[in-house]
């Protein structure tokens, strides 16, 4: 007995609408298995990329964005055609139809200066070869790159002021010493050796360490050493003590000095703060009178470890970092030169204890000195 038409068109689309769902069911079952692998995979390796794009304060950071801006690029490139085609405000023709109906004559104005090119004052993040011309001297030179003169001797192992023209020398991209690092060495026996602050060999961001969170070193790599100097020439270069008495009396600006110590690192472009050198334990006052903007405790935070910011609610901040103890939350009201705000301490990316002083301005780090004298 032969089925109805009506059966047989039931009956298939019974089986077909079973096989959809038994098909869809296998691939969200598919898909939620792969997208759970990829997240175990994501997460295992998750770390190793923070690690990455982390490392030397986000050396790494810089050529991520340049290929995913690339990436972006190369996409817009070939959407082009297809956005040009389907919407017509993207076309060329549509932008001369534009300019054609307008009424308002078109004008470029071309200034005198269209030919000039501007160099980059990007800092520089090694050593480079520069060829004498003529004119040059060591001062010219020295001035011309921002580093001292005994820098360049020391790189070239001049013993006078003596160059020729075509003279090839080698310049630091800082005033300092530039040295390969021998086995059993550590950024404490070199700084020693060059009669440096060792949290200048950690802060220069251009420093590579095997491991960034114990600066251990690598035997046969080139350390870039600031504001070093060659140990045959330490006897003849004095080095000046920066005492700090603070607090002190309230500047115009303001401010007092938050700690009392000395002065191991000033304000550069690679470290835009004051590194004031004291005791663990030793109290910190609130450099300006504000609100406390906010308290990190307990991470690592960039480097920064235990660390405060302090709002004088019209766009200047104080930054104070590597703290041990912590002694107000955020929105407490403070005192310049009165209210402690915590202690000096060891946390974070620290080689030993001080305290790391930033004023950030509208949101930029400024040098602070200006501000505390």
């Known amino acids: 007995m032969r089925k109805h038409p009506i059966s047989r068109i039931i009956v298939f689309l019974s089986k077909f609408f079973f096989e959809l769902f038994s098909f869809l069911s296998f691939l969200v079952f598919f898909f939620k298995k792969k997208i759970l692998s990829a997240s175990l995979v994501f997460e295992d390796n998750k770390n190793s990329l923070v690690k990455l794009f982390m490392i030397k304060r986000?050396?790494?950071s810089r050529s991520f964005l340049h290929l995913a801006i690339m990436g972006i690029l190369g996409i817009g490139v070939l959407l082009a055609p297809f956005l040009a085609s389907t919407y017509p405000?993207?076309?060329?023709s549509s932008s001369v139809s534009a300019l054609e109906s307008s009424s308002q004559?078109?004008?470029i104005i071309v200034g005198e200066d269209i030919l000039r090119?501007?160099?980059?004052?990007?800092?520089?993040d090694k050593i480079i070869t520069y060829r004498v011309e003529k004119g040059d001297t060591i001062s010219t030179i020295a001035q011309k790159f921002g580093i001292s003169q005994e820098t360049i001797k020391w790189a070239n192992n001049l013993t006078g002021d003596n160059i020729t023209v075509g003279d090839e020398l080698k310049v630091l991209p800082v005033t300092g010493i530039a040295h390969k690092v021998e086995k059993g060495e550590s950024v404490y026996t070199i700084a020693k050796k060059f009669d440096t602050n060792p949290q200048k060999i950690v802060d220069f961001p251009f420093n590579d360490f095997a491991n960034p969170e114990t600066f251990s070193l690598v035997e046969g790599q080139i350390l870039i050493v600031p504001d070093g100097i060659k140990p045959s020439e330490k006897p003849s270069i004095r080095r000046e003590v920066y005492l700090v008495?603070?607090?002190?009396?309230i500047s115009?600006?303001?401010?007092?000095?938050?700690?009392?110590g000395y002065i191991s690192q000033f304000a550069s472009w690679y470290h835009t703060a004051i590194d004031i050198v004291s005791p663990i334990g030793t109290p910190i006052v609130a450099a300006q009178s504000g609100t406390v903007s906010r308290v990190i405790v307990g991470t690592w935070d960039g480097g920064y470890g235990n660390n405060v910011y302090i709002s004088d609610g019209s766009g200047t901040e104080t930054h104070y970092t590597h703290m041990s103890t912590i002694s107000v939350s955020a929105g407490d009201n403070v005192t310049a030169g009165k209210t402690?705000?915590?202690?000096v301490g060891l946390t974070g990316r620290t080689t030993g204890s001080h305290l790391h002083f930033e004023v950030i301005k509208n949101g930029v780090l400024v040098n602070p000195l200006p501000y505390l004298q």
């Open 252 to 260: 115009s600006a303001g401010f007092t000095w938050p700690v009392q």
């Open 89 to 92: 405000v993207f076309s060329n």
């Open 117 to 124: 090119t501007d160099i980059s004052q990007k800092p520089r």
């Open 340 to 343: 402690v705000i915590g202690s």
């Open 58 to 60: 986000g050396r790494y």
């Open 105 to 107: 004559p078109q004008s």
């Open 245 to 249: 008495q603070g607090p002190v009396s």
